[in-house]
């Protein structure tokens, strides 16, 4: 099996209120820190795994209706914060990212896509096909900003679907072998947002990349449910429900796997 480098980042935070990530918590405002992950692939060369904010999030949120977005999400990003910055500044050159998984289409994840020129994406198909077509208050209301996709992405894209897929994990379902490897399994957590998928990443330390089918370590570990509000901006509360218990199981059985909710401040600090 072969060993992926595992590197966590983050690009830039949002403003958040604890009692919407955890019900019954008191009202507070805490950092949903944009992570990405940075990995390694002896053959395959650099990869992310979503790629958080950069500025052009200000850039594309000045007139209505996405103003609205920076309204309700109050975003905090620096030049030298962006993905494409932090990589430079480790030797690697933004040509040199071969592949970025894209978790889901919010904001906060494809922010930098249009960065890196020479990278395939990799994203579920019914993920995209739900927010293709989507412009002004309809794109608005998935959290998708279309002005942050690069002009070509159809053509980079490596489109996945899980209708035929029997291989499965225990506890996490389908899974879609990335490489024919096993060192990077695609997996399904629907609920968030239509499509999002996961990554089970065989670094050294067994890393499962959740995105936001859990926003903070305590969803999962004490299956703490977000606030119901939340589910005004979720595609399917039944799914996440759903999902979160598969993660919650996984996660008792498998303990030292390292679980990675992509807004999770706790767990950012604990592996950076
Ligand atoms: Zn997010």
Request: aromatic share 12%; charged share 25%; proline share 4%.
């Amino acid at each position: 099996m072969t060993t992926i480098k595992f590197n966590l980042a983050s690009a830039g935070y949002c403003e958040a209120n604890q009692s919407h990530a955890l019900r019954n918590e008191s009202s507070r405002t805490i950092k949903f820190y944009a992570t990405y992950a940075h990995l390694e692939h002896p053959i395959h060369g650099h990869i992310l795994f979503d790629t958080g904010y950069t500025r052009r999030f200000y850039e594309h949120t000045r007139k209505l209706p996405f103003s609205i977005y920076a309204k309700i999400t109050k975003v905090y990003i620096k030049e030298k914060e962006e993905a494409v910055y932090t990589l430079k500044k480790k030797g690697i050159d933004p040509i040199d990212i071969k592949f970025i998984i894209i978790s889901h289409f919010h904001a906060d994840h494809i922010g930098g896509l249009r960065d890196f020129p020479n990278a395939k994406f990799i994203c579920s198909k019914i993920a995209y096909r739900d927010i293709k077509h989507r412009r002004g208050y309809q794109a608005l209301i998935r959290g998708f900003i279309p002005n942050l996709m690069p002009d070509n992405f159809e053509s980079r894209t490596k489109f996945l679907s899980f209708d035929s897929i029997h291989q499965k994990l225990e506890n996490l379902g389908p899974f879609i072998d990335l490489f024919g490897d096993k060192s990077i399994l695609i997996i399904q957590f629907d609920g968030h947002a239509k499509g999002q998928i996961g990554a089970l990443v065989n670094a050294p330390n067994k890393t499962l990349l959740i995105s936001d089918a859990a926003w903070q370590k305590e969803n999962y570990v004490n299956l703490h449910l977000p606030n119901p509000i939340v589910r005004l901006f979720f595609d399917s509360w039944k799914d996440y429900k759903k999902n979160l218990n598969k993660i919650h199981k996984y996660h008792k059985e498998n303990p030292k796997t390292i679980i990675i909710p992509c807004h999770c401040e706790q767990t950012y600090r604990e592996i950076t």
